[in-house]
């Protein structure tokens, strides 16, 4: 099939469009190349064999957006994953947050209902849940009041979904990631970072690396095992094979809701100074860190009831935490030889 992935050449959708290849599907990529680099798709290419199409459009743009389902106009689904998505960031660009990732999917979805493509797989996030009143949190939990404008983006988007598809023939499968972490077993692709990482596990790596003098570690007065944040962290290739499985989930007509919402995780919840253990457990290396006050916007704990997605997309996290280090060190080393 011909599937438009939004944001493809991005951490989990180049490792999304690698899936894809490998289950014999036609992936065709736009990307606006703010925040992406267009050397993934030569890398992708270099992991699968085959080039996948790629076009530059800016998907704030209506007629860019319309220009390319006017030459492309045989797509069968939409992964959508095009957005920006560093949580401070949006605390200080809140218009930009607002614009760019409200009007790249208003323009999608009105290109869809013109082009009469009723399938779309959407990139949500755990955000929404805020700080969960029970664990493990289950997609029947109340969304909460978003704890950033890049938060809030992601509930607005589902409920444009929500109401678009009650009208459209649009179909709608939004997949709530929560942390989704390591890199391709080639190390070709993975996570990159442009300045200091904001997410743990790139931090640790750059600290393994010496990048980092060392890691400081936000917060040991929580009300956790050991006084530290509990996360649900999923290998990024786990989240990328659900998006296969909720695609066929769409096109085949499984379900008989317009709009479902499924949780990516593995299901339990690790903290902090667990994770720094697990990685010097996995690579021989010990990381320097230091206990500082906590970071604003940060949660708790939140961990994800994974049982919805287990049966309903036929899915389940594989690949351990100790997988999910090791290949983020051989990307950080990857990353290093290429200097
Ligand atoms: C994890 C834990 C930090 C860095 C974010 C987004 C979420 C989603 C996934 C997009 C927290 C602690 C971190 C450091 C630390 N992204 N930490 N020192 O905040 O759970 O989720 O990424 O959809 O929307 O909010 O991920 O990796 O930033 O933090 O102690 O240098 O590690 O306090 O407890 P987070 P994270």
């Excluded at 069968?76 to 607002?98: C, R």
């Excluded at 600290?207 to 649900?232: H, Q, W």
Aim: net charge negative; hydrophobic share 40%.
């Amino acid at each position: 099939m011909n599937i438009l992935v939004t944001g493809g050449i991005g951490y989990i959708g180049s490792h999304t469009v690698v899936e894809l290849m490998n289950r014999g599907h036609n992936p065709i990529i736009i990307d606006n190349l703010v925040n992406s680099d267009y050397e993934v798709v030569d890398r992708i290419e270099k992991i699968t064999g085959k080039r996948p199409i790629f076009e530059k459009v800016e998907m704030c743009n209506f007629d860019e957006m319309h220009a390319f389902f006017t030459k492309y106009p045989k797509i069968d689904a939409v992964i959508h994953f095009a957005a920006i998505l560093l949580v401070n960031e949006s605390v200080d660009e809140p218009l930009m947050y607002y614009h760019n990732n409200l009007a790249s999917t208003v323009n999608l979805l009105k290109c869809m209902k013109e082009f009469k493509i009723d399938n779309i797989v959407f990139s949500s996030s755990c955000t929404v849940y805020g700080e969960p009143d029970t664990l493990p949190v289950d997609e029947y939990a109340p969304v909460k009041p978003a704890m950033s404008p890049y938060g809030n983006t992601k509930k607005i988007c589902e409920d444009i979904l929500v109401d678009t598809t009650k009208v459209t023939d649009i179909r709608c499968i939004a997949l709530r990631y929560f942390n989704p972490i390591g890199a391709h077993e080639t190390a070709l692709i993975g996570e990159f970072q442009d300045g200091p990482p904001h997410h743990l596990v790139p931090y640790i790596t750059e600290t393994a690396m010496g990048i980092r003098e060392k890691l400081r570690v936000f917060g040991s007065d929580y009300n956790t095992p050991d006084g530290t944040c509990l996360r649900d962290y999923i290998h990024v290739v786990d989240v990328a094979t659900a998006h296969i499985n909720a695609i066929d989930r769409l096109v085949e007509k499984r379900s008989d809701k317009d709009f479902e919402v499924f949780n990516l995780g593995v299901g339990v919840g690790i903290s902090v100074l667990d994770m720094i253990k697990a990685f010097e457990k996995a690579t021989g290396i010990a990381i320097k860190y230091e206990l500082v006050p906590r970071r604003a916007g940060d949660v708790e704990a939140v961990y994800a009831d994974t049982r919805l997605a287990n049966k309903e997309l036929n899915w389940k996290a594989e690949r351990p935490l100790e997988e999910m280090m090791r290949s983020a060190w051989e990307w950080e080393k990857a990353l290093a030889e290429e200097k």
